[in-house]
């Protein structure tokens, strides 16, 4: 089926319509299938690593979704030499077969209580090929509007492709919440979080049958038409310095900075709701939907603007804006979210008092390591409850203890205990510690009817508008920074290594930050870091290319 020709207008006609409306349904389909596990990183952290304790369960599930953003700069390489060289078309139909296949899998796969230790390898293994073929998939659907789009247009062409992130994050939350909602918890937390996986398989035949009816893209067609592929699309893109370096600027100067805010307004967000603020999990979904909802048409708007102030102004000032206003922003979740922890913060702060060289980095992954200095058992109980808290050294030796306010609650040491020992004695400490929590204000659980949902919405909201800032502009900037020989491959890696890397990380970089200091905002530090290297990184070296073209 041929596609229409771009017209020197620049108008979206019914040839244009069609390719951003099949690249973006597909797109959102594959989205979908990857955010499913983030969404759902908790729950599957019960599932499959029961064999750890319950602090590396939810840190190792993290990893686990990150290890698929971890291979990403893989399918990059793979799917982007493919793109250069046999086109985008029958390269981004692989991506998305593989990533639908890849989640299905993931909803009928037996748990560990059932078959083991396999159970989590054969996971890893699925959300590694689901970061394959996602490695894949954004370069050649951005590369391919970019490409139909006319001079001008850019920005605002490739921006509904930057809405599909968001749109399969929004689509995997409205399916969990209804089958929250209409199953009950209890079935949806044991089987029922399996019906969404399955759901990805419908979704890939509609996504695959879309995409066949496209074309080729008519600037990758005349390439071809006139010999001047690449015969080794690796070998120019990261062989040659010239170009080499332009992609290092492109991660360090543009995608690393998008990809932290990115992942802290949608994923951080979200399990800083649950996990440090113990808002009920159903209504932390609906809060970040809302958020969502009130800031998906500014990727549009931020894509069409750049077409006009440019691509590097607003992806920089997206950067910076959200290094300087993450800490009041995620204080003002706090404040509007679970007060009561705020104000019992305030009154009665918690410390831990305890010789340093007892207290352990308390993660892991293999569920073999046995946490029992008295400090490791302080520290565990805080975490568990999610209470911030701030360390304090004491005397080299000494047992550690909890000062909860004026009252003080001292630790036990129980390397020495054998297991019933130690059990029967952490209990009455957790007991202990519970009772003197609840006696300061910290609360179990946050308090719906003391929680403000509009300004938590209003929040979210604004971490959404730099999420569009810094997102919305970033495909057409990419595009036009390489030639269109190597395209495909030279933008993919800048890309996946930024948000495979740099912002799939940021949940997992996060909450051991947290975990190891207390305090429950410590974690922001590493995407405010990268932020703000990023701004001065792209000001001081990377150019605008909103005027370039791309034909060549």
């Known amino acids: 089926m041929a596609t229409t020709a771009v017209d020197t207008r620049g108008s979206l006609d019914t040839g244009h319509r069609r390719v ?10 594959e989205w979908y299938d990857f955010y499913l596990y983030g969404s759902l990183a908790a729950l599957i952290g019960k599932h499959f690593f029961s064999g750890l304790n319950e602090t590396s369960q939810f840190i190792f599930a993290l990893l686990a979704f990150a290890a698929g953003f971890a291979v990403r700069p893989f399918g990059a390489i793979v799917f982007g030499r493919l793109g250069d060289m046999i086109g985008r078309k029958y390269t981004f139909l692989i991506t998305i077969i593989i990533m639908g296949l890849s989640t299905f899998l993931v909803g009928v796969l037996p748990n560990y209580s059932t078959i083991g230790v396999a159970a989590p390898v054969i996971l890893i293994t699925l959300r590694l090929l689901q970061g394959l073929a996602l490695g894949g998939e954004y370069g050649g659907a951005a590369t391919y509007v970019a490409e139909h789009a006319p001079q001008g247009k850019r920005g605002l062409y490739t921006s509904f492709i930057q809405i599909t992130a968001t749109f399969g994050l929004f689509l995997s939350l409205l399916v969990i919440l209804g089958l929250r909602l209409w199953l009950g918890t209890e079935a949806f937390d044991e089987w029922g979080w399996r019906i969404p996986f399955g759901i990805s398989l ?35 893109a ?19 900075g998008q990809a932290v805010v990115w992942y802290t307004g949608q994923f951080y967000a979200l399990y800083f709701l649950t996990q440090s603020l113990k808002i009920d999990g159903t209504t932390a979904n609906l809060l970040i939907a809302a958020g969502l909802a009130i800031g998906t048409p500014f990727f549009v708007l931020f894509g069409w603007l750049s077409d006009r102030i440019g691509r590097k102004t607003i992806v920089l000032a997206g950067c910076l804006l959200a290094a300087l206003t993450y800490f009041p922003i995620f204080k003002g979740l706090t404040h509007f979210g679970n007060p009561a922890i705020e104000a019992a913060a305030a009154t009665s702060p918690v410390k831990v008092i305890a010789d340093p060289n007892g207290c352990s980095f308390q993660f892991d992954p293999v569920g073999k390591a046995k946490f029992t200095s008295s400090c490791d058992v302080a520290k565990s109980a805080l975490a568990k409850k999610g209470i911030p808290y701030t360390n304090v050294a004491a005397e080299p030796g000494s047992i550690a203890e909890i000062k909860i306010g004026d009252r003080s609650i001292s630790s036990f040491e129980g390397s020495s205990l054998d297991g019933k020992a130690f059990a029967d004695q952490n209990k009455a400490f957790g007991a202990q510690l519970t009772g003197a929590l609840k006696e300061a204000g910290y609360p179990e659980k946050a308090d719906p009817a003391k929680s403000n949902y509009p300004m938590l919405i209003v929040l979210l909201a604004i971490l959404v508008l730099y999420v569009t800032m810094v997102y919305g502009p970033i495909a057409a900037w990419l595009v036009e920074m390489f030639p269109t020989r190597i395209r495909y491959t030279s933008m993919s890696l800048p890309y996946h290594i930024g948000n495979g890397w740099f912002g799939g990380f940021v949940p997992t970089i996060g909450f051991m930050l947290v975990a190891w200091k207390g305090d429950i905002y410590y974690g922001l530090w590493y995407p405010i870091i990268v932020a703000v290297a990023t701004f001065f990184i792209g000001l001081l070296f990377l150019r605008e290319t909103k005027d370039v073209d791309i034909r060549y």
């Open 20 to 29: 951003i409306l099949a690249s973006s349904l597909g797109t959102v389909f």
């Open 202 to 236: 419908l979704l890939l035949i509609v996504s695959v049958y879309i995409r066949l009816q496209l074309s080729e893209s008519p600037v990758f067609q005349q390439m071809k038409a006139e010999g001047k592929q690449s015969k080794a699309p690796l070998t120019e």
């Open 238 to 256: 990261f062989g040659q310095w010239k170009n080499l370096k332009l992609v290092i600027l492109a991660l360090l100067g543009a995608t690393a």
